[in-house]
């Protein structure tokens, strides 16, 4: 099992002073930042592009920035976010027509690659690629809004995603985005997850860095 790895969203964040914010949330303890790209086409919802992870960049953030493309088609904004200074690009397989192309795309770019998985979606694509990728996300709850109910049903499938990573050999994360809390990131851990994206469970508690201590405490308890 990898290091655990918290990954605030900052959907969640209070944009009109969203470098601070950042800032704050690195400060606090958090080990990524993570970037939720809607497009108002693949998912019903508009959020932000590359610019912004520029100008993240270019305020100074150097965290690694965790980049996921609720967007189709995929390919064509994936070298924008590469050179906006994405460190991880993930994205959905049903907005790629060759998912293996688009992993390889990503690789190009120099980021490492994801594929998410939606909380109905089966795992049958990670019988082709996983071997490929750098890191699996699922879905905990249905994309395109934050401040959504963890889906329980995903614990089984982080069970099972984390039993084909083992036995793949290969240091491949296991992401979990979607409803994550302090009361529910211990059960989320013991599935087999080890990187934790939260939006309002920490931007909307007025102090990140105990409630990220908080996350990182229940996890510990059970790894």
Not at 24 to 39: C, E, L, P
Not at 97 to 125: E, F, K, W, Y
Request: proline fraction near 5%; charge should be negative; include cysteine.
């Amino acid at each position: 099992m990898q290091s655990t790895v918290i990954a605030p969203s900052i959907l969640s964040a209070d944009f009109a002073r969203l470098g601070e914010e950042v800032d704050n949330v690195v400060a606090a303890g958090a080990d990524w930042v993570h970037f939720d790209v809607m497009d108002n086409h693949y998912v019903p919802n508009l959020t932000i592009g590359p610019l912004v992870c520029e100008a993240l960049r270019k305020h100074g953030v150097t965290a690694p920035i965790d980049v996921h493309l609720m967007v189709e088609p995929v390919d064509r904004i994936i070298p924008d976010f590469a050179r906006a200074g994405a460190t991880d690009i993930s994205f959905h397989p049903e907005a790629s027509r060759h998912v293996h192309r688009t992993i390889q795309l990503i690789r190009a770019q120099g980021c490492r690659a994801g594929l998410v998985l939606n909380p109905a979606t089966p795992l049958d694509v990670l019988d082709y690629v996983l071997e490929d990728l750098d890191m699996v996300l699922l879905m905990s709850v249905n994309p395109g809004f934050g401040g959504q109910s963890f889906i329980d049903a995903t614990l089984r499938k982080i069970e099972q995603v984390r039993a084909r990573i083992d036995a793949s050999g290969k240091a491949i994360r296991l992401e979990v985005d979607g409803g994550v809390k302090p009361d529910n990131i211990a059960a989320i851990a013991k599935a087999g997850a080890d990187t934790f994206v939260a939006g309002s469970a920490i931007f909307g508690h007025a102090d990140y860095r105990a409630v990220i201590a908080q996350m990182r405490e229940a996890v510990s308890s059970v790894r």
